[in-house]
């Protein structure tokens, strides 16, 4: 497998963040149900810098999809606070933080979200010509390389397997060089060896871009490569294991970045 390009090193405007990169504090979320209001999340508290690393973890229906969706600003929470690098998302507009988020994260949603009148070539290239990158094709192709879908670059999504639209969602969501990812089972429709693939993709964008990742995972082997676990039980926090962090410090990775960047 190849190696990230140098194109992978964020651009040089990028401030030293004072801030983690994610901060959730307190959140819950309940929605109206059938037969009243059911809670759906409770007491969701952590940060996480940037170049770290989090699997969250838990059975079928224990608010796993429902966290991503309010950490990522899609969804807004019942209470509590979510700030993306420094702004709090309840102080943004819908807009406001779209583009807020755009200029950040990328994901991979648990269904794919793949557009289907696209083939693979046009999906990967999408965010980057949204984006307004040069080249997009250049660099929508080394992508879909590097996930083994070269052979499938003119083929529509009803025409893949699940787990290669699996990887065209993965290759779209790293095309963009994004600071913070957010996989929902990113492994959840591969066999072993694409399986295998896909993490040390996410690992070497973390390692070698200082993407923070927050995964949502079934996978033992997954998860056991964060750096941090938080799992949940009936949308509340069963176990949380961080390793160390020094409040509103900045990562190692980002300092090393700021460095790279004023030099
Ligand atoms: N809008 C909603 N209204 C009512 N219940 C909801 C809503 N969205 C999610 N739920 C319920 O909230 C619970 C958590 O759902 P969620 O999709 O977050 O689970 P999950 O941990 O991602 O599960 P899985 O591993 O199966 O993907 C489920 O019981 C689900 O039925
Ligand atoms: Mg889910």
């Known amino acids: ?73 899609l969804d807004t929470p019942t209470k509590g606070e979510i700030r993306l690098n420094g702004s709090a998302f309840s102080t943004l507009g819908e807009d406001q933080r779209a583009s807020h988020r ?55 999504p009803a025409t893949l397997s699940g787990g290669e639209q699996q ?22 429709s591969l066999d072993h060896a694409n399986g295998k693939r896909v993490i040390d993709l996410l690992f070497e964008l973390n390692q070698h871009s200082g993407a923070a990742l927050v995964l949502v995972t079934h996978d033992p082997q997954l998860a056991s490569r964060c750096q941090h676990h938080l799992e949940l039980h009936e949308g509340k926090i069963m176990s949380k294991t961080f390793a160390h962090q020094k409040p509103g410090e900045a990562s190692d990775i980002e300092k090393y970045l700021h460095q790279e960047s004023s030099t």
């Open 1 to 73: 497998m190849k190696s990230p390009s140098t194109s992978a090193v964020p651009p040089s405007d990028i401030p030293l963040q004072a801030r983690p990169l994610l901060e959730v504090s307190n959140i819950a979320k309940c929605v109206q149900g059938p037969e009243g209001v059911l809670t759906l999340l409770e007491g969701i508290d952590f940060t996480l810098s940037g170049g770290e690393s989090l699997a969250i973890t838990g059975p079928s229906g224990s608010g796993k999809t429902t966290l991503l969706g309010l950490l990522a600003g």
């Open 102 to 156: 755009g200029a950040t994260c990328a994901f991979v949603f648990q269904e794919f979200h793949l557009v289907a009148d696209m083939n693979v070539l046009e999906n990967v290239m999408l965010p980057l010509e949204l984006a307004g990158r040069e080249k997009p094709a250049a660099i929508a192709k080394d992508w879909i390389e590097r996930v083994g879908l070269s052979h499938r670059l003119r083929h529509f």
């Open 167 to 188: 990887r065209v969602a993965l290759a779209r969501a790293f095309a963009v060089q994004p600071r913070l990812l957010f996989a929902d089972e990113p492994t959840g």
